[in-house]
């Protein structure tokens, strides 16, 4: 099937401004996760869900972050008042089960990724 | 002691060559350390991954030696394609957690 799909794919906007990024997941993965990648580093871990609920939010940067998962399938990250350190491409995985790291269920597959722009 | 440290930052190989990338942790409460590769523009896809009770693990011409007293493991990609250019990254994976650190990634150039 499909894999983990991300929109849109860039978006650009001014510092102050709020963003929702949106993250579709593999069909039928329960857990899901954000991550953050800046130029030129591997990606840093922002939030997992499992289901609807937010397991983990201790990489969420600030309260300015802020993650749903309303419905257990579609998630969306939202920034309010963006800074220019914000900018990266925010990356969603998902996995079958917990990303334990039980081969396969639990591999984390990840989409293109949301290149975010702060001007 | 969250981090993992990888080197090169950058490698240049012939056609045909071995590529090895180095990675090294501090925490021994790792136990899953998967790798994976990222093309420009695309997410980072799996690659193959190993638990620390194995020393070694190949999947076609990817291989990842662990040597866990050193608290080091690579990968190493033989036979290396110009279509292996990529950013490779390591990770691991604590005991009771499911979030993925990450290294800081070689970005592997192959030449025809």
């Known amino acids: 099937g499909a894999g983990v799909s991300q929109t849109p794919s860039n978006k650009v906007t001014e510092k102050g401004k709020y963003v929702e990024l949106r993250c579709d997941p593999i069909?039928?993965?329960?857990?899901l996760y954000w991550y953050r990648q800046s130029l030129g580093q591997g990606p840093e871990f922002l939030i997992y869900f499992q289901g609807t609920g937010a397991a983990d939010d201790s990489g969420l940067p600030n309260d300015r972050f802020f993650a749903v998962r309303p419905e257990g399938s579609v998630s969306t990250l939202k920034i309010q008042r963006t800074e220019r350190g914000d900018s990266a491409v925010y990356l969603c995985?998902?996995?079958?089960?917990?990303?334990?790291?039980?081969?396969?269920?639990?591999?984390?597959?990840f989409g293109p990724g949301t290149r975010l722009t702060v001007l | 002691q969250q981090q993992v440290k990888q080197s090169p930052q950058s490698l240049i190989v012939q056609k045909g060559g071995i590529s090895i990338i180095n990675c090294a942790y501090e925490n021994t409460a790792f136990d899953y350390f998967p790798w994976y590769q990222q093309f420009p523009g695309k997410g980072p896809a799996l690659l193959i991954a190993i638990r620390p009770d194995v020393s070694e693990k190949k999947e076609g011409r990817f291989t990842i030696s662990f040597n866990k007293s050193a608290k080091q493991f690579s990968l190493h990609i033989m036979d290396s394609q110009p279509g292996d250019s990529a950013t490779y990254f390591c990770?691991?994976?604590?005991?009771?957690?499911?979030?993925?650190?990450f290294g800081t990634g070689t970005r592997l150039k192959v030449l025809a």
């Open positions: 069909s039928g993965h329960t857990a």
């Open positions: 990770a691991a994976s604590m005991v009771g957690t499911y979030k993925y650190i």
């Open positions: 995985a998902s996995s079958l089960n917990q990303g334990r790291g039980s081969f396969p269920t639990d591999t984390q597959y």
